[in-house]
């Protein structure tokens, strides 16, 4: 039973050969809260095919259990990564059917084989070492209770396999011929000399070209694709933080301060008072602080440079048994206690790292025997105690270690951070001691480079958190802006109350994360309600934040760009273009020269550029003007260009063409390594050519 659960809990077989993430869902009773009375409906469509809720709920479930990089996730998180996989494998799935793509066994057992955890499993091995299929069904057929979960990854094989057979079409759609490698050869062989005169665009002020809202929208309406536009909205908002007042801060600090000396507490008990030890004299420091202190009690000794950098001095040299002076760190009213001070509790070292054969050591600089390892260590550890300022240099040129890009440095570290006779050797040498250890990863030739002492603190730290009624008048302005900022505009409002108006977000349907106060998908469920209009606000509670009053200031419809969105790439696009008909109209003259004249600029030359390499001095790329500098012929005056940067006139004066060679073999494999990653584009054109429904939001 025991291969079969590390199949179930390790199986790769998908992430090893697909691109995307495939998962694998056991339906279970995963999903029992949330959505509660919602009628079954679909998540959303692909090209008119439903993606059932049902299904989908069930692998976000799963997801949100699986984590990713041992890190939690949220449901949304999860909603976008299965949303993205069942996209792709609807997407793919009917190009599969489209090309009548087909697999059997053989290719579904040659996916199974590519997944380690079966196909170097010892359990399906022959003596040969070869994974035997005989083996692998008897073991299913002598497990039946596995023989579900087989039938669950066959389907996921399936696909793979199928997948595989695609992909393999797609690359061998995709080469080159000797015709294109005889372009690239010319591309960058051929060469043109040329003088020209450019006009810059800049020669017009922006400010005397005007461009209308409706000609951005007509030039967006030509790029449709380029200028398609998801729902969204805008929501200004003000957020107002739950802090402590100057009088909470005050108690807090009366309350740290009052622990230094003695008091008397009534005990109920006795029925009389009590005489309680202050941090000053305590005997038991560790009670008192664990009993006083947010924080509790750290034995560590800490270095100076950890520890907080404002009263770091104070504390370092904070006498034994002596209390510091109150301070703030992080948010906490804090004093501090000496409980001693440990010399070299850190250390600082560099190493030589020398292996061998058969150590657990990546990217060795050479293959060695133990004894060529010793040898080598021996010399290098002669080398270094014989000028010791060289020992960065020796790291770098010799070091196995990762270290070596640094000169072997490793910085600061504590007793027990490194192997045993590293550790010894470290903390048992003074600054500057040169020697040579051997450990489990090779021979270490140790420099050790510097020492630090530290003290250990008993610290009382106590968090200064606003109090309830400082937490109620909070609430009281939140709901009174709430009020109020339903009839007036944000910025005014809050400027009365003292208050930010924090830049506006804009959202889309499917996100969470919003402007500074971070995950909020409450606020932008809020945006996409049927209930919420412009112009409306509410008010939400953060936890551990304050209140956020969000009022809804625009509603952008599915389609093309918002214009104001569009204006920042297209309104220079179009100025240019404006720009250009003006510059030509005064372009005027049968010469450089008189060209140059009327418009008071400059001949330039440019000197054997080719199509590769179209950089014009003084202009920029310019690619379409050293085109047609190639189609001119020598000596005739061309046309006005419209390039990149103005308007370009120019005279061919030679043009070198490349000698014929006898194969284009170079150039074709420098376009080979081009195209070679072009399959992995399928998916992203497959998804923009799609009719893709998104119905998430209304269920996340």
Known sequence: MGVLQKIRNRSGLLIAIIAFALFAFIIGDLFNSGNIGRPSSDVGSVNGKDISFEDFKIKVANAEKNQ??????????ASNQVWNQEVSIALLTAEFEKLGIRVGEKHIVEVFKADPNIGQNQMFLNAAGKFDLAKFKEYFKANPEGIQYLK???????????????????????????????????????????DFVSVPFSSIKDSDVKISDDEITAYMKTKEKKFKSEE????????IEEKPSAE????????????????????????????????????????????????????????????????AEQLFNLPVGQVSAPYMYNGYYCISKSLGRKAGAKSKA????????????????????KEQAKAKAESLLAQAQANPSNFVMLAMMNSDDSSAQSGGDLG?????????????????????????????????????????????????????????????????????????????????????????????????????????VSNQRQIVKWAFSGDTSVGDVKRFEIVNQGHVIAKLKKVYKKGLMAVEDARPQVESILKNKKKAEMIKAKLKGSSLEALATANKVSIMSAIDLTIENPALPGAGFEPKVVGTAMASKVG??????????????????????????????????????????????????????????DNRSEFY
Do not use: C
């Open 68 to 77: 990713q990089n041992g890190q939690a996730i949220t449901s949304v998180q």
């Open 152 to 194: 669950e990854r066959e389907k996921d094989a399936d696909l793979n396999a199928k997948y595989q057979i695609y992909n393999s079409l797609l690359k061998g759609g995709l080469y080159t011929t000797q015709a294109e490698g005889k372009f690239k050869y010319e591309a960058e062989s051929n060469k043109v000399s040329f």
């Open 232 to 239: 969204a909205r805008e929501i200004e908002y003000v957020l």
């Open 248 to 311: 909470d801060e005050r108690e807090i600090k009366s309350k740290v301060e009052g622990l230094l000396n003695q008091s008397v507490q009534y005990n109920k008990t006795t029925g009389k008072n009590d005489t309680i030890a202050g941090f000053s004299t305590t005997k038991n420091v560790v009670e008192f602080v664990n009993a006083n202190s947010d924080i509790p009690f750290d034995s560590s000794y800490v270095a100076k440079q950890d520890l907080p950098a404002e009263n």
């Open 350 to 369: 560099s190493h030589i790292l020398i292996s061998w054969e058969g150590t657990q050591v990546p990217n060795k600089k050479e293959v060695r025997t």
């Open 412 to 516: 600061y570290f504590s007793p027990g951070q490194m192997v045993a006779p590293f550790n010894d050797f470290v903390f048992s040498n003074p600054i500057g001691k040169i020697g040579l250890v051997e450990t489990q990863f090779g021979y270490h030739i140790i420099q050790v480079t510097d020492k630090q002492d530290a003290v250990k603190l008993a610290t009382i730290a106590q968090k200064i958190e606003p109090s309830e009624m400082t937490n109620n008048g909070i609430y009281e302005q939140a709901t009174k802006f709430e009020m109020d900022a339903a009839t007036k505009d944000l910025e005014p409002l809050a400027k009365q109350m003292k208050l930010t108006v924090s830049p506006a977000v804009r959202v889309k349907a499917n996100d969470e994360s919003f402007g500074s």
């Open 636 to 693: 005739q005056i061309s046309q006005p260009i419209v390039g990149n940067a103005g308007i370009y006139v120019l005279i061919t004066k030679s043009e070198l063409k490349a000698p014929a060679i006898k194969s284009y073999d170079e150039y074709v494999n420098k376009l080979k390594q081009q195209v070679a990653s072009y399959s992995g584009r399928v998916i992203q054109a497959l998804k923009e050519n799609a009719d893709i429904d």
